[in-house]
């Protein structure tokens, strides 16, 4: 977890996490980095990268043993993910999968759910996506018009979501749709699974585009269809009408993530940036000896 420029390190690391940190560098260096310029062509990762990632422990590193998890707690996450972000990579989508969705399954989840999606989430068999934001609404959860209706012992989905990470690899969504009725409303959580057993999509699920983006070209970020999609009622997280709840106990995971990955990104920029003017002479000079540099 140190940085080349200021050598800092953070005072909750510990000898295993460094070696954790150790063993993610090596991976990444091996597994991602030499493939950047192709992931970014394609807009999106190998799904063998997922595997490799799984046999590795980078997976749900952070979930409890419990539940499929590897057993740690945030600092893992913490530390591979941000690994991910100091060596500059954003394409990998590991920080919504391990970091966001496998944990709303894991505390949400029935066991009967919870058994089918965690081994193959923590084997990288099956990757992960949460769609909360729609074309018409983005952080206003309480303006989604995705809609779950019950019918029978199935709920039937409708809508439209985008911006969609690892949207086009998804094997399970975690969906956050409406279930009330228009009067009384009601967000609820239902994981969609959304794949065949031949890995074809089911009935009524689609994919649109692949989003081409200002940065993190090599991320998948998709637009995602629901037409008449049924879903098991057993998929249901949690209570029906609570998903705006469980939201906002998840969301700080979310945003702390996201401003980690931030972090390391800008240490990432910045040890480029003093090794590029220490390097790069002009007149004679190192760039790091001019005035204005300095």
């Excluded at 062509?41 to 799904?47: A, I, K, L, P, S």
């Excluded at 590897?70 to 591979?80: E, K, N, Q, R, S």
């Excluded at 193959?120 to 990757?127: A, F, Q, R, T």
């Excluded at 993190?216 to 998709?222: F, K, L, M, S, V």
Aim: with cysteine.
């Amino acid at each position: 977890m140190k940085t080349e420029l200021t050598n800092y390190r953070p005072s909750w690391m510990t000898d295993e996490l460094d070696a954790l940190a150790d063993m993610c560098r090596s991976f990444y260096e091996k597994e991602l980095l030499p493939n950047r310029e192709r992931y970014e062509e394609n807009h999106q990762v190998d799904r063998e990268l997922w595997l490799k990632a799984g046999e590795a422990g980078l997976l749900g590193a952070g979930i409890p043993a419990e539940h499929g998890g590897g057993g740690g707690d945030f600092t893992h996450d913490a530390v591979i993910l941000g690994t991910q972000s100091a060596l500059g990579d954003r394409a990998f989508g590991n920080a919504v999968h391990s970091g966001i969705v496998l944990h709303y399954v894991s505390a949400y989840a029935t066991d009967a759910l919870r058994e089918r999606i965690m081994p193959k989430g923590v084997s990288g068999e099956m990757v992960g996506a949460i769609a909360m934001t729609e074309p018409g609404t983005g952080s206003n959860l309480q303006g989604i018009r995705t809609k779950a209706v019950r019918d029978g012992d199935t709920y039937v989905i409708s809508g439209a979501k985008t911006f969609i990470t690892n949207g086009v690899l998804a094997d399970f969504v975690v969906v956050a749709a409406q279930t009330g009725d228009d009067e009384t409303g009601g967000l609820s959580l239902i994981v969609v699974e959304t794949r065949n057993a031949d890995g074809s999509f089911v009935d009524g699920y689609a994919v649109g585009r692949n989003l081409h983006k200002l940065g993190q070209h090599g991320n998948d970020t998709a637009e995602i269809f629901f037409d008449e999609v049924r879903v098991p009622l057993e998929n249901l997280l949690g209570d029906e009408h609570k998903g705006f709840m469980m939201l906002l106990e998840q969301l700080p995971r979310e945003r702390l993530i996201i401003g980690l990955g931030c972090a390391r990104s800008m240490e990432y920029v910045v040890d480029h940036t003093v090794a590029y003017v220490k390097d790069r002479e002009v007149f004679g000079q190192p760039l790091a000896k001019l005035q204005n540099t300095k």
